[in-house]
Structure formats: structure tokens, C-alpha cells
């Protein structure tokens, strides 16, 4: 079994000087990942956001690329009609060559309207943008003098330099929402699928069943063991402390992302998160019921028995951590990370 690591970098703090720590934070916890043995690392996308500040991605992969030298780098994802195909195309190839082929592709349309409001594309666009652009990336990845003509870009006799490492370019993930309609899009593509840590568990594991039905009827190989399946994780000797040490910060993204979906543009980072709570139309779900529908919080041993019913019903063969979320102190997360890398992984290898 495979192991991953999420990073998703967000900023609490009303101070922006918290920033560069936090960034500090995220390449130590990349470097720890590596020593520990975790097959992969996947940094988040988001613009004008307390929830991630990693607005792009091929500067923080590229300077991880630096500083590690086996594990996996992956995009999670890169939100592609953000991004001029040419550009992104040659940045994830430089990046990978860089990395001596160790980028991870990962893709998707993104699902905060805000952000599209922001770079003034239109919201209903995007599934076509998106498609667009993956099909430049791949065209300019693996042909030379590549043309394309579409409704939103077009590309004309273009040949890129440098060109991927890996070969016949670098393996690409396409993140699907709780559609069928995107899980058919990654099938007819041949695409492992992404899915999110704060899907509730029940949702995730049916894209991942869909996916595998949807495979096996069009004749396609699933390979479950390509495909990371994350989950919030914070793991500690005592189970109390394990349960109870993510709430704040687990609170704060979950009503920090009730809020980003009622934007159309602006962004959230000066919202008063505390009166909208008090206000907003609908209470979320408990914290108690998050603890048994989104998270693998508790000790050790309260995760392989976790993941071992994953693996044996659900056919997980790739776990990914998100570990580094909200206000969760950087010492705590190590800690968490030591316990899983120690005590959870080698029950599986």
C-alpha cells in the first residue's frame, strides 16, 4: 500500500508576517513526509484565500523539487482555466525535468466561483475551458509543431522546450466532483481520479466505486493503486486529545468553506467568519458526525483498522493524509506524522 501527503497551507491568523512560517511549516513537513517513507506530497491551488495560500503551483513544487530528492510531487490540483495551456505546459515540464520525473499532474475546474469572478471568466465556462486546456497540455507534451484550434484558445505550430522526463508525459489526475458525468470524463480519458478530504467519507468511496464500475464496463484496467485516497488525519497516543485537538481547526474549515460557496467574487480574507457563523441560513453538521463521516482522528491503532476495512471492502490501495489544516500547530503535525509513518504504514508493507 501507498502512502500520501496533503498540503494544503491555510492562514488563520490576522498577521500576514504568519505567512512566511506557514510556508516554512509546509517544506518541513514535505521533507519529514520524504524521510518517513510516503510515496507523495500534493499542494493545494487557491487564490485570495485564508483556506490555502499557494495561489500557484509550479514555484512551491519546484522549490520542493530542490529540497527532496525521492518523493512524489504532486498538483492538487491545478485549476486549468486559470492558466495560459503554453505557459503551464512548459512550467510543469521544466518542473519535471527539475525534479529528475517526479511530478504528479494533478488537474481539475476548479469549484469557487469567486476565483473565476476574480480573473473574470465566466463560472459556466469552465468545463469547456477546462477541457481545452488539458487537451493543449498533452498535445504540446507529446507533439512537436502542435496545433489546436478551439472556442476559448488556440495554438499554432508550437513545440516546447524543455520537454517532460517522464514519458509519454507525466501521469495526470483529473479531480471529479460527486457527478458521474466527471468520473466519465477521467474513464474516457484514462485518467485516475482525485477526489476531496472533506467529501464525506460515504460520498468518496462511491466516486471510487463508480470509477471501478465505470472502468469495467468500458473494458479499462481501474488501477486502484495509482489513485491517493484522502482524508483529514490527526493521530495521538490518547484518543481524547486525538478527537478533540482538530476541532477548532477542523470548525474553522468547514465554516470558512460554507462561506467561500456563497461568493460570486471579492475574496475571504477580511470576512468576519464569527458573524457569518451567527448568521448564515443553515447550521452544518456536527463536529461529532464529522468525526465519523470526514476524519481519521484517534490513536494509532484506531487508523490501520480504519484503513485496513478501506483496503479489504473498498479496494484502497493509496491513503493520503491532509494532516496540516486550520490553525493546527506545525510541532503537533509532525508528532502525527511520526506516529503514522511509525505505527500506521508498516502494517500495510
Known amino acids: 500500500m501507498k502512502f500520501a501527503l496533503f498540503i494544503l497551507a491555510s492562514w488563520t491568523e490576522n498577521d500576514a508576517k504568519a505567512q512566511s512560517r506557514i510556508y516554512g511549516e509546509a517544506v518541513e513537513q514535505v521533507q519529514y513526509a520524504e524521510e518517513m517513507g510516503f510515496e507523495s506530497v500534493w499542494i ?63 488537474v481539475g475546474r476548479g469549484s469557487a466561483n469567486y476565483e473565476y469572478g476574480n480573473f473574470n471568466i465566466d463560472f459556466q465556462s469552465r468545463d469547456k475551458r477546462f477541457q481545452e486546456v488539458l487537451d493543449i497540455i498533452l498535445g504540446l507534451w507529446t507533439t512537436s509543431r502542435f496545433s489546436y484550434t478551439g472556442e476559448y484558445y488556440k495554438v499554432d505550430g508550437v513545440t516546447l522546450a524543455p ?20 468520473v466519465d470524463v477521467a474513464v474516457s480519458r484514462d485518467l485516475p481520479i482525485l477526489t476531496s478530504f472533506s467529501t ?40 481524547k486529545e486525538a478527537k478533540e485537538y482538530p476541532r477548532e481547526s477542523l470548525t474553522w474549515v468547514r465554516d470558512l468553506g460554507g462561506y467561500r460557496r456563497t461568493l460570486t467574487h471579492g475574496e475571504e480574507i477580511n470576512v468576519d467568519l464569527d458573524h457569518w457563523v451567527r448568521t448564515r441560513p443553515e447550521d452544518p453538521p456536527s463536529y461529532e458526525s464529522e468525526l465519523e463521516t470526514t476524519t481519521y482522528f484517534g490513536t494509532p491503532d484506531d487508523c490501520v483498522r480504519r484503513i485496513r476495512k478501506l483496503q479489504k471492502e473498498h479496494n484502497i490501495e493509496y491513503f493520503g493524509a491532509s494532516m496540516s489544516f486550520g490553525s493546527m500547530q506545525h ?19
Open 163 to 182: 520537454s517532460p522526463l517522464q514519458k509519454p508525459h507525466p501521469p495526470v489526475f483529473l479531480a471529479v466532483s460527486r457527478t458521474a458525468a466527471s
Open 331 to 349: 510541532d503537533k503535525v509532525m508528532r502525527s506524522m511520526e506516529l503514522f509513518a511509525k505505527e500506521v504504514m508498516p502494517k500495510f508493507r
Open 200 to 239: 464525506p467519507e460515504a460520498d468518496n468511496l462511491g466516486l471510487f466505486s463508480l470509477y471501478e464500475e465505470r472502468c469495467a464496463a468500458a473494458g479499462k484496467p481501474a488501477n486502484m493503486d495509482r489513485m491517493p485516497y484522502f482524508r483529514f488525519v490527526y493521530l495521538a497516543e490518547d484518543e
Open 44 to 106: 493545494a491551488e487557491h487564490h485570495s484565500s485564508r483556506y490555502g495560500i499557494f495561489p500557484s503551483l509550479m514555484p512551491i513544487v519546484s522549490y520542493l523539487a530542490a529540497r527532496t530528492t525521492k518523493i512524489r510531487l504532486g498538483t492538487g490540483v491545478s485549476v486549468l482555466p486559470f492558466h495560459n495551456p503554453i505557459l503551464l505546459a512548459e512550467e510543469s515540464a521544466m518542473v519535471d525535468v527539475l525534479s529528475n520525473g517526479r511530478i504528479d499532474f494533478g
